[in-house]
């Protein structure tokens, strides 16, 4: 009897094939929350920080539930925006007058009064660095705390290199009410090669991002594969789904195939990505006010990080923007502003991020999120101290030193961590490295920043090498 189940089972491979790829909603949940070569579940070390350990060192503890990641491609100007030198040499302190901000004695860009007005809710590290100069090494550093192999433009994603924050975070804290824990949008960060460091890597199928390129700013936005056909419920799914599952313990497909493992555990998430209404509501913009979205600001950027609001407010974990192209006109691509610097800076970038980034942030404060909500704003690195990169006008790639910013989410508003040289060139104190900033942004949402998961040869890897920046938490 059970050599004629395992022979219908056999037979029926096509049939299993078929229900996986069906137009029934699994599909596009599938092909979303998945890329990448598959590789096994990791075993996981336990995630709780020993409360014990770490109370004699520090005072402040982990608040937040989780985290916007607002990724700045390209690299923003320090010099020109937060760190900025006015008593500088005229080659370096470049076009732009300092504004006061809200925490006196730090002054912004003038081009940043909203922002400037708000920073008293932020902390600025200004000692952020390190040695890849190209791209994507330098993405994949920012993206996953990890140094990259070789600062070579052509690095491509394999299973030996780490995964994305938002993997990480995935593996250890689930998202709520049917929604993934991570999700990214709406580009995919590329320079010719696409940039190691978006995915879930050797973490495995299972903790990829759910991911879409579709516009928030478009008047059709709509992710199509989160509705089933009119002609199927979500019952049908379901009985379809059971039927798979005999099938697979029938050819007892699940304990020996990897990949049929992971395919198991991303048809779970699709029905309870299908079986909640809670991610669909999130992405529907439509429900918000007119005046808030205008608020934000009608680019890709601004619904973007409005769509965020609405996804970590529904039960996300981890929600990383790409902030790449399709800004608002002409310019370079993100932030690689090698040439026409100030003038793409002025007319660009500028604006749309001091319309949408304190946006956000009244956003999440009006609705009591902010709290629980860590906001990180950083690019790959900086740009060069030294005008004069190209065109005479721009500022080249500078990872030596540069800014990151953090709000929320247990943030000392106002807080300040290291200090850079004269010209911005170098860190003059309290130097931290992107191992530091995955540490932090681990240790804010209560994960053990030295926790370990496995690689495809079952070997133990922390999680992060780095330390948490404590001082800039209450």
Known sequence: MNHGCNEFGRMMMSRRAALRVSAFGLAGILHNTRCGAFASSPAVASTA?????????????????????LHQYGGPSHIDTFDMKPNAPDGVRGEFQCISSAVPGSPVCEYLPRWGAQLDRWAQIRSVHHDMKNHNPACYYSLTGKRPPTDDIRLRDTLELYPAYGSSIA?????????????????????????????????????DPYFFQADPNSSDFALPELQLPSNVDLSRLERRRDLVQWIDREAKLIEKSAEARGLDSLQEQALRILSSTSLRDAIDLTREETSLRDAYGR?????????A???????????????????????????DTHQENFKDLRERLLPATDQTVPTLISDLESRGLLNDTLVLWMGEFGRSPNVGDRDGKGRGHWPDCYTVMMAGGGIRGGAIHGLSDPKGAFPARDPVGPEDIAATLYWALGIDPHAEVADTQGRPLPISTGEPIRSIFS
Do not use: M
């Open 309 to 335: 609001r609405r996804l970590v407010e529904a039960g996300a974990r981890c929600v990383t923007v790409y902030f790449s192209q399709g800004i608002g006109g002409k310019g370079s691509e993100g932030w």
């Open 299 to 307: 680019t890709t950027y601004g619904q973007s990080c409005l769509l």
């Open 49 to 69: 920080i020993d409360e014990d350990s770490n109370r004699k060192d520090r005072k402040s503890k982990p608040r937040a539930k989780s985290v916007i990641f």
């Open 171 to 207: 593996k250890f804290l689930k998202g709520f009410n049917g929604v993934p824990s991570f999700i990214a949008y709406p580009h995919i960060l590329r320079d010719g090669a696409v940039s190691p460091g978006q995915h879930a890597s050797f973490l495995g199928k299972q903790c």
